[in-house]
């Protein structure tokens, strides 16, 4: 009997088991992860989860009884130490080899540790896996805590906003000038600032992290500040730290195995096949080609690996199926919802379409044509973006800035810009 083995319990992981029986896989599955738990939902951990809002088997991707049900080999608390390509197998860290027809390498990333002096005290969190959320949460105690977030992106707004609502004292330090500056335009990045001052917390750009301090728990962080007019050192008091400063990708199995792997990224084609003819990759571990912009990139995102782990199996099952959807993602803080659509590599010119004051879109023009938008508390111009992405409709920029006129209607019967 053929063997297919996923390594990586995350999204990808997980929507490769299903897919594989979808697209008529009937032969062995085995999926392999070195994490505690069955494949959970991620995003919950820096929003409800943390809030105490869904608990640990609301967070499950699927019970476990549906794995059994899809006879699908579970593998969990288990770490796959190598890859031998050329005999199609992966030895496990306890020394069991396991042989394989196909590999699917789901392997996702880890949080990016912070190397400053003092990082080793205790009460410094980071947060990418259900314990590391679990640790945090032991840690939490329902008096006023004064919390030092360090990293002013995504997940870190994320959490500073459900600790902040839990009633925590948080000051958050972001290295570059702005916050999310390395994924959105300044406007967002003014409105996210804005949104959590007006909130009680104290944000402060252009500040790098020198030191923690501390015997053993952390008890404050010593910055700099990075403009040229301040070059002043700054301490912030702390009882503990969470560290948000993104990802680094899992790629040592591929490298190991002689994959290309570039840009942090294990390279795969549209079919997420790699450059070895058994083995395959989805989700956040990979770089490709990225089929509306043409651009190689690498996206962290839950649609992107479900997306991906569809593909992947439908490229094991024999099919051809690439990855044609539009790139998006989604973030929660406070009220606002903002929904990403495209990606916005290369924008030269921006447009707002402005509802209310929390409500709006900004979208991204490269050249004329619209590549990205980032839709706050607004599903209707989200919904729309993907399809004028997609489509590659073009639209005249004072349409899109004119709230008085349905974007969706103005669609039908728009043809293509190329
Ligand atoms: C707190 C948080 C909030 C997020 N919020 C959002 C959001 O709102 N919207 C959104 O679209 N995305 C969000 N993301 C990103 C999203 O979760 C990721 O894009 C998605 O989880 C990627 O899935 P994956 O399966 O590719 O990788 P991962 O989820 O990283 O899973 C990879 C798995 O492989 C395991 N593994 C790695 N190497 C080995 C090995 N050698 N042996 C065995 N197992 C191994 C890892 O331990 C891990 O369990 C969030 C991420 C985090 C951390």
Redesign the pocket.
Known sequence: MARCII????????QACISLRKEGWTDEIVL????HSL?YH??P???NYLLGQVDEKGLLIRPEQAYQKDNITLKLR????RIEPALQSVVLQNGERLSYEHLLL??????RRITCSGNELSNIFY???LKDIEQLAARLSTNKQRIVMVGGG??GL??AAVLNKMGHQITLLEQAPRLLARVTAPFISEFYQQLHQQHGVEVHTNTQVLAFTGEQNVTGVRCKALTQSDTAEQYFNADLVIVGIG?EI?T??AEQAGLLVEQNGIVVNELCQTTDKNIYA????TIGIEHHSGIATRI??????LAQ?KTAAATICGKHQAVTSVP?????QYDCKIQIAGLNHGYDNTVLRQHSSSSFSLWYLKQGRIIAADCINTAKDFMAAKKIIDKKISLPIDVIGNTDIDLIKQLSGRSQAI
């Open positions: 390594i990586g319990g995350g999204h990808a992981g997980a392999i992860s070195d994490e494949p991620r995003p951990l820096s929003k288990t770490r796959v130490a789901c392997t996702g990333s880890r949080a947060i990418k896996t995504y997940i994320e959490t990802a899992n040592e199995l989805a989700g956040d571990c962290e995102s839950v649609p992107n690996a782990a998006w993602f989604w973030s929660d």
